[in-house]
């Protein structure tokens, strides 16, 4: 029997008391103001998107499991599938990350048998090709999300990418296309996402590349591609990490020279907390933040420089929190061999939840985002044999995924704040929103970052007026490092929330080390 562990549990914690404590409470903690004439952009639904790398267990053992009584005709599992859907992912990433700079799509087509065993430079194990672009967009399909296809442009080059384009979108009538065909594929897949590599400015990267260098590869991929199939987006390799010294140069040397052939750059984060300093780990939001602002300020430099009208945007491909399992394999050149598979506690999800918020906040250049990964690797979800576990990151990429959507609206929040390493001043509450095209909903994200004290906080929304409350999720806790494991499962696991209306105004408490979404109806 399958063990799908995914059902929230619902608190006994009654709202009505809150709400009765409500009207002889001391002064709020927090003031929000959200009006519904200025808003921050259109949110668009990619940001909620994963990826999915052939790195450890995420493909064999993970999406890919034949054999197993858990798997279907097609050898994905069925339970990861059923976890999967209700994130509503809207793309999945694919196939690397770093092990795309040494892949060459061609060994993962045609029959498996035939299909050659290939040493993986990036993870130091074995790939067996035995799923390969086929069987990655039947499991799209299966899911119901949209592949985004990246391409080798670490040791492939621009007739590799076309000609990977040409086996995925063109109808039968070329040579790949008709490839394609002979495979059981007679229909193009219409793939529409391409990124144009993975972390070329990174030592680590087989083939990396001064800027100039990468450009070029990326500017005669992108005309290849583009002059085959005008329909497509790509995405341009950005700086994978902050700290590095090439850190928006890289960026600013590859839009100049593709400017006019890309549609968005990359941008990569992952957080980490090694000293285990919870209020300084949940600053994160702040930092994803000013990634953006630097992000936005170069796009409008370049666009200037250019004197260009055309809109250029980020695509936030990697991000999660990873940095408890950061080795390599313990074999080396074996098949899927367990990696990266880091354990996820509270104050992780609550991280997860800032980057959210971020995209939401900064909707008006965050087009794409893509969680890494979907299953076992830096992932909400592990599997075994047996069943699947829902991690405690995996909840708040569920409660945004379904609350958020239609346009971002600007927050202007009033709140104490704290000092967290070199920032004086972190806010203790996070906050992100959302209304919908009709004005009719609104959704608002509040995390709070304080480790001790909750935060009441009363809500405004200019231009409209709350009818009533539709719901409130929370995710909380008293410890951070609480975390969903297969003995424990719902340890860390959303329950009902508290809020209530006085007069127009919301009032909602966030308990410490929480996040808290409040949907709410509008007067038309």
């Known amino acids: 029997m399958s063990e799908l562990i995914v059902q929230p549990t619902t608190s006994a914690a009654p709202a009505q008391d809150f709400a009765r404590e409500g009207n002889h409470r001391k002064r709020s903690d927090a003031m929000v103001h959200l009006d519904l004439r200025r808003t921050a952009g259109k949110v668009d639904r990619r940001i909620f998107s994963g990826f999915a790398e052939h790195i450890g267990r995420v493909v064999y053992g993970g999406l890919f499991d034949p054999g197993n009584a858990l798997s279907d005709a097609a050898g994905f599992r069925k339970d990861v599938l059923d976890l999967l859907k209700p994130l509503h992912m809207a793309a999945v990433r694919y196939p690397g990350g770093n092990f795309v700079s040494n892949y060459d799509w061609r060994d993962g087509i045609g029959p498996r048998e035939q299909r050659r065993v290939r040493p993986d430079f990036a993870w130091k194990t074995l790939e067996s090709n035995r799923f390969g672009v086929d069987e990655f967009v039947a499991w799209c399909r299966a899911l119901g999300t949209d592949p985004m296809m990246v391409v080798n442009l670490g040791t492939g080059n621009a007739r590799d990418a076309a000609e990977l384009l040409e086996y995925c979108n063109l109808p039968a009538g070329t040579y790949w296309s008709d490839q394609r065909a002979a495979n059981g594929h007679p229909e193009p897949y219409g793939i529409r996402l391409w990124g144009l590599g993975n972390e070329m400015d990174g030592p680590w990267q087989a083939?990396?590349?001064?800027?100039?260098v990468y450009a070029r590869r990326a500017y005669e991929s992108a005309q290849l591609m583009k002059g085959l199939d005008p329909s497509i987006e790509v995405v341009l390799c950005g700086s994978t990490v902050p700290a590095m010294s090439t850190y928006m140069t890289w960026d600013q040397a590859v839009l100049e020279e593709c400017w006019s052939l890309v549609d968005y750059v990359s941008a990569h984060h992952y957080s980490k907390n090694p000293m285990r300093d919870t209020r300084q780990f949940l600053a994160e939001g702040v930092v994803i933040d000013e990634m953006l602002e630097d992000y936005r300020a170069l796009i409008r430099f370049v666009q200037a420089k250019k004197k260009s009208k055309k809109p250029i945007y980020v695509a936030f491909d990697e991000w999660n929190v990873w940095y408890r399992d950061e080795k390599s394999a313990e074999q080396w050149w074996s098949e899927a061999p367990p990696l990266l598979e880091e354990q996820y506690n509270l104050e992780d999800a609550l991280v997860v939840a800032q980057y959210l918020s971020s995209f939401i906040?900064?909707?008006?250049?965050?087009?794409?985002?893509?969680?890494?990964?979907?299953?076992?690797?830096?992932?909400?979800?592990?599997?075994?044999?047996?069943?699947?576990?829902?991690?405690?990151?995996?909840?708040?990429f569920l409660l945004y995924s379904q609350a958020a959507g239609g346009t971002?609206?600007?927050?202007?929040?009033?709140?104490?704040?704290?000092?967290?390493?070199?920032?004086?001043?972190?806010?203790?509450?996070?906050?992100?929103?959302?209304?919908?095209d009709a004005c009719d909903q609104a959704s608002i994200f509040l995390v709070n970052r304080d480790t001790e004290r909750a935060v009441i906080s009363d809500i405004e929304i200019g231009g409209g007026k709350i009818k009533r409350i539709l719901g409130v999720q929370e995710l909380s806790g008293d410890d951070p490092h609480a975390a969903n494991t297969w003995e424990s499962p719902g340890a860390v696991v959303p329950c009902e929330g508290k809020a209530f209306l006085s007069k127009e105004v919301l009032v909602v408490e966030a308990p410490a080390l929480s996040l808290v979404v409040v949907q709410v109806e509008l007067e038309a």
């Not at 083939?207 to 100039?212: E, K, L, N, R, V």
């Not at 704290?418 to 929103?433: I, Q, R, S």
Request: charged share 15%; proline share 6%.
């Open 408 to 436: 971002a609206l600007s927050c202007h929040v009033r709140c104490r704040s704290y000092k967290a390493g070199n920032k004086e001043h972190v806010p203790v509450l996070d906050v992100a929103a959302t209304v919908t």
């Open 207 to 212: 083939g990396h590349c001064p800027a100039s």
């Open 361 to 396: 906040r900064n909707a008006d250049i965050v087009k794409i985002a893509c969680i890494a990964q979907v299953v076992n690797v830096i992932a909400p979800v592990l599997t075994r044999k047996n069943g699947v576990l829902a991690q405690s990151i995996y909840y708040p």
